[in-house]
C-alpha cells in the first residue's frame, strides 16, 4: 500500500484524466468539493460544468462565473459551447425551484451532454445529505450518469464518535441496517468502513467501469490525524481492487488534501 504524505491539488490526489464526468456522492462537503476542483479546472484552462441530478443551493458569482438555467436540451445545446468559450466554467441547472435552490437533470441528460468533447469535465453533485456528516441512500439515490468516469464518496469526519440520530446523519434507519450501528449509539470507525464497503452504501449504483475514491473529509476536526489515516487504510484495505484510493482532507482550509492512500 502506498501512504504518500506530501499535500497535493485535488487533480493530482484524484489523478485525473484528460476528460472526466465526475459524480458526487456521499455527504460532508459534496458542493464545496464540487465548486473547488471545477477552479482547478478554470485555473488550467479547461472548460467545465458544475450541475446536479438532485437540487443545489444557488451558487455564488465567487463559485462560478456564469449561471445557466435552461430546460430545454436543445437551447444548452446551442448555447453551451459559445458559454464554455467565455467563461470556461459555468454551473447548469433545469429551473429554480425556491428557497434559494436549483433542480437540475435527469441522469441521462447528464450523459448526453458529455458526448460534447470540447467540454474537458462535467462535476455533477448527484446526492443528497442536508448537511449532515454521513447519509445512507434512499430508494432511487444517488442519481449517477451512467457514463460517469470517477465517483467521489464524501464521509464526513465531524461525525465520527458523534451519537447516530438525524442531527448528525441523513436516514438514520437505513443507515443503521446498513452499518449495524444502533440508533444512538456513537458513530465508530466501523461505522465508516461499512457504510463505505456496503453495496447499498456510500457507492450504490455506481458504474462498474467507473473509478472509485473515498475522501475523508474534515481531518481537521479531528485531534488525531492517525486516526483518519488508519480509518483510510482499513476501507482501502478491505474496499480494493474497487476503490482506487482514499483522500484525506479539508475542503474549507487550504490545502484542501492532506494525504493520499492507495492509487
Known sequence: MNNSLKVCSLSEALALRSRELIALVGAGGKTTLMFRLAKEFLLKGEKVVTTTTTKIFEPSQEETPWLFVEREERTIKRQLVPLLEKYHHLTLAAERVGSGKLAGFPPDVIDRLWQNHEIDGVIVEADGAKRRPLKAP????????????????????????????????????????????????????ETFIHLALHPEGLFKGSPSEARRVVFLNKVDLLEEKERAIRLGERILEEGSPKIERILLGQLQKEPPVLEVIGG
Open 138 to 189: 434512499r430508494e432511487g439515490e444517488p442519481v449517477i450518469p451512467s457514463r460517469s468516469t470517477l465517483i467521489i464518496g464524501l464521509l464526513g469526519l465531524d461525525g465520527l464518535d458523534k451519537e447516530l440520530n438525524e442531527e448528525n446523519a441523513f436516514q438514520v434507519d437505513r443507515l443503521s441496517r446498513l452499518t449495524g450501528t444502533l440508533r444512538g449509539e456513537r458513530i465508530s470507525e
